[in-house]
């Protein structure tokens, strides 16, 4: 079975920056896009940002020019660079990766922006 493995969450001072990254327990074949969603107390599961297997680059507006996503689709890893974080970005943090047929999912990884 496919597990999506996270690290680089905890908690972090408002203006901090932290790093999440993703890899897959196995290759993945045709990787078509990857991203990360996060979850918010009170709201619903929401895109952060994705990439394609053709370098098409999404972020929700509340994130632009404070996080960067990258990422190897060949080798099914994904970064999330996250500056200048704020605590409305506390939230739990889910890794995807989508083929043909499949979503595979992280099981959630704690951000926590707080002083």
Known sequence: QVQLVESGGGLVRPG???????????RIDSVKTMGWYRRIPGMQRELVAAISSSGLLYYTDSVK???TISGDIANNAVYLQ???????????????????DHDY????LQVTVSS
């Open 16 to 26: 901090g920056s932290l790093r999440l990254s993703c890899a897959a327990s196995e």
């Open 65 to 67: 020019d404070r996080f």
């Open 105 to 108: 999912w992280g099981q959630g």
């Open 82 to 100: 996250m500056n200048s974080l704020k605590p409305e970005d506390t939230a739990v943090y889910y890794c995807s990766q989508t083929d043909v």
